[in-house]
């Protein structure tokens, strides 16, 4: 077996379900045997941050690794924001990009894509990965393969693997399959015992989640949890989405200010609030009414447990999730939360189109045509998503990195094989829409709303003052029909309304919206998240 097979049998083997990537002269050989080995299907795109961000929504969408293959250095360092991203958000992305020789390494001359040194790609992805390895090496290279993915997937997040382009047919053996990292059986129960019995003692138990859920798979072992406990469950603004497939009474999204008063109230008046897989962000937590003390919450994350002043390290999600599952009995005390309503019927008028009409109109379209994963690029095209039926969301809700949405929903529909619903701005637009180009050849059909206000709109909310938040008016439906796509231009709600039947219906390329939105119009959990952080940084003044 020759090292490019035994790396791509074992990306397949460890979850991978295909590979996005750009070639370049030191990737060459490997996307050669990619294409004809034909163990995982490969998708190709325009510029190498979209490699990045499809690779991540797949692993997202799949709850598996993803996998983005780039050329040395030019391709690499351009993906560099997408697995930052990817690291930040938890996202087990498994770069693999080509390198030189270890005859061109040793020539002494500076060789084109290298940076300060031939090493300066290696040593930036060790910033932005949890583990690395060059396979330089044919008689270690398969336990190196195998190192690499395990860290992937126990640590769900991205990993760097470096692949020199005359080491691509060397001669090796399997790699190993994956072995999971064991925990401790007697800490796992301790820890669950003592969750237990805050949770048996607490008045109003809350259960919140976030992204470790889905990473992990456990979604349906924690509706079934909190099913058997009887207690509330609520998502984070990063975990919108989540549980979105099972049974479970969802109480809403936990927004803080911005959000629902009564999931607000629910989460913050909580005296056992435990936290599933919840990153402790400022997006999630940041515009709190004051009341949160999270030093007094349970937080399950990062393969540890924390509850006030007591520590269990080495704690994975999942096997705490199934010791909760084998002690869960009706609490018996806990307290029942309604679940959140969204916006409906659309008045199909001649008034401007603002970011809650579009709420409104998908999800008219979601009661017609039923519900579809959404990608959302950061801005408030994001926070529109919090008005719209609890569906599959991919998002950057963190991190916060322009250009996700685009190449995220090319990347979400190929791994799903499900249409995909994209909202993006019309700032993030211009950085990565063009990879709807691809969608013709790639054989999908996203449905596209373009929020076009023609500038940096949430930018500007923070700062209203600054001319460069304004944006030209690219027109971009017109270009729909040259990149193999349909567009329509609309700027009243009837229009909005129309636009989106017609594209729900039309299927075999993709539908672009732009929806014309006055500048200075915002949704409504846009601006009260905007002035939940100004007051929050205005000295004197709480959120």
Known sequence: MRVAEALLQALRTYGAGQIFGIPGDFALPFFKVIEESGILPLHTLSHEPAVGFAADAAARFRGSIGVAVVTYGAGAFNCVNA???AFAEKSPVVVISGAPGRAESRSGLLLHHQGRTLDTQFRVYQEITCAQARLDDPATAP?????????????????????????VAAACGPVPPYAETPADPEAVAACAEEIMARLQ?????????????????LEAKIAELTRRLGVPVVTTFMGRGLLSGTDTPLAGTYLGVAGDPAVTELVEGSDGLLLLGVILSDTNFGVNAGKLDLRRTMQALDRQVSMGFHQYPGIPLAALVDALLERARPLGHAHAAPPTSYPRGLVADGAPIAPDDIARAVNDLFDRYGPMPIAADIGDCLFTAMEIDHTDLTAPGYYAGMGYGVPAGIGAQLATGRRTLILVGDGAFQMTGWELGNCRRLGIDPIVILFNNR??????AFQPESAFNDLDDWRFA???????GHGRRVATRAELAAALEEAARTRGRFQLVEAMIPRGVLSATLARFVSGVKRLHTPGEAP
């Open 83 to 85: 697995v930052a991203g």
């Open 201 to 217: 003692a607490a008045s109003r138990p809350v259960v919140m989640v976030d992204v470790e859920v889905r990473r992990y798979g």
């Open 478 to 484: 017109e270009m729909a029909e040259p990149l193999g």
């Open 143 to 167: 336990a190196e393969i195998a190192r690499v993915l395990t860290a992937a997937i126990d640590q769900s997040r991205p990993v760097y693997i470096e692949l020199p382009r005359d080491m």
């Open 455 to 460: 500038s940096w709109e949430m930018l500007r």
